[in-house]
């Protein structure tokens, strides 16, 4: 049963930080691209970043460079997101999502909560 668990979301003052993880099982982690999503109230959701199976390259909406990283663990299957310098628009529920192109296999977590609010 394929699974991902998203934690460590919740409320922060803006400035503040948060580390998201997602942890995944079920599936053969080591070949998935793996990504966090984010969706904002009345708005559709987007990519945050993304990190490749072997952890060799990453990519950040321009909205978050320099503030956020994407890192995974490969002995833990767990893909984590630190997020510094939160603004209020970071505000939203983050997804975690594992994708396999070349098997069209792409898998979603239920989300966890962000808000950066004073």
């Known amino acids: 049963q394929v699974q991902l668990v998203e934690s460590g979301g919740g409320l922060v003052q803006p400035g503040g930080s948060l580390r998201l993880s997602c942890a995944a099982s079920g599936f053969t982690y080591g070949y998935y691209t793996m990504s966090w999503y984010r969706q904002a109230p009345g708005k559709e959701r987007e990519l945050v970043a993304s990190?490749?199976?072997?952890?060799?390259?990453?990519n950040y909406a321009d909205s978050v460079k320099g503030r956020f990283t994407i890192s995974r663990d490969s002995l833990k299957n767990t893909v984590y997101l630190q997020m510094n310098t939160l603004k209020p628009e970071d505000t939203g529920v983050y997804y975690c999502?594992?994708?396999?192109?070349?098997?069209?296999?792409?898998?979603w977590g239920q989300g966890t909560q962000v808000t950066v609010s004073s």
């Open positions: 990190v490749t199976p072997n952890g060799d390259f990453t």
């Open positions: 999502n594992a994708v396999r192109q070349n098997i069209l296999a792409s898998y």
